[in-house]
């Protein structure tokens, strides 16, 4: 075992755990210079030395380039806390990605489930819903709703789209009789759809102003993927107008 002031390349390398080459490297970059060489040109490094070796490793093991290495220790104070901030920001930049990625692999895996053997149409179709939910809603949003859909699991899911779909008909079929849209027939209707939005947004005012912008700036047809059409989303909004504002 060398002593504390006489480390060779060899020495260090081996109570490190790097290897030579790598710290030929470090010298090469001015990241880790020796203390001194030997007349034969050995590399000798001191105590002060192994100990940047171990912060160096530390700094490493966070995941910072070597550039990021070299400004961390020669920074002080706030300037080695900020580049520190800076790779946690960075690694959970990833994370957010990953996230979403995760959130779009599901979605898929979901769609193979309700449709079985689903066309390239239809996947096609599915992907396109996922990509418009996530220019309406932040990852936030998108987590969120991710967190109920979990919770009501299929079952849950199947009677909220039942539900939709009875609605919807009803809701329809007042409107191609000429139901006036204020006519308190249609109170229970209106009862029901808020609930329907109340449950898929959980009373949460950003989702609410997503899912209105989605449905004004895509259409009603392809924001509810062809459940509701312009007519009956006009009709259905003057019924709920006129009893938000009664």
């Known amino acids: 075992m060398p002593t504390t002031t006489d480390f060779t390349v060899g020495a260090l390398a081996e109570a490190s755990g790097l290897t030579v080459r790598t710290l030929h490297?470090?010298?090469?970059?001015?990241?880790?210079?020796?203390?001194?060489?030997?007349?034969?040109?050995?590399?000798?490094?001191?105590?002060?030395?192994?100990?940047?070796?171990?912060?160096?490793?530390?700094?490493?093991?966070?995941?910072?380039?070597?550039?990021?290495?070299?400004?961390?220790?020669?920074?002080?104070?706030?300037?080695?806390?900020?580049?520190?901030a800076a790779h946690l920001a960075r690694v959970e930049?990833?994370?957010?990605?990953?996230?979403?990625?995760?959130?779009?692999?599901?979605?898929?895996?979901?769609?193979?489930?309700?449709?079985?053997?689903?066309?390239?149409d239809q996947i096609i179709d599915a992907i396109e819903v996922m990509t418009m939910s996530e220019r309406y809603y932040t990852p936030e949003q998108l987590e969120q709703l991710e967190a109920r859909r979990l919770e009501l699991g299929e079952e849950g899911m199947a009677k909220?789209?039942?539900?939709?779909?009875?609605?919807?008909?009803?809701?329809?079929?007042?409107?191609?009789?000429?139901?006036d849209p204020a006519d308190p027939k249609l109170d229970p209707l209106a009862a029901r759809w808020q609930a329907l939005i109340q449950a898929f947004t959980g009373g949460d005012p950003g989702i609410t102003a997503s899912l209105k912008r989605?449905?004004?700036?895509?259409?009603?047809?392809?924001?509810?993927?062809?459940?509701?059409?312009?007519?009956?989303?006009?009709?259905?909004?003057?019924?709920?107008?006129?009893r938000s504002s009664a």
């Open 25 to 84: 490297h470090w010298d090469e970059i001015g990241l880790l210079r020796p203390a001194e060489r030997s007349a034969a040109g050995h590399r000798r490094y001191s105590p002060e030395d192994v100990r940047r070796v171990y912060r160096i490793v530390a700094l490493r093991g966070l995941g910072l380039s070597l550039d990021d290495v070299r400004t961390a220790l020669e920074a002080e104070g706030e300037d080695l806390r900020a580049a520190v």
């Open 214 to 242: 989605m449905y004004q700036e895509e259409g009603p047809e392809k924001a509810s993927r062809g459940a509701v059409n312009p007519e009956l989303m006009e009709y259905a909004g003057k019924a709920l107008q006129l």
């Open 160 to 179: 909220a789209q039942q539900d939709w779909a009875d609605l919807i008909a009803e809701f329809d079929a007042e409107r191609v009789a000429g139901t």
């Open 93 to 120: 930049e990833e994370l957010a990605h990953t996230r979403d990625l995760r959130r779009r692999l599901r979605g898929i895996l979901d769609a193979f489930d309700r449709l079985g053997e689903p066309s390239t």
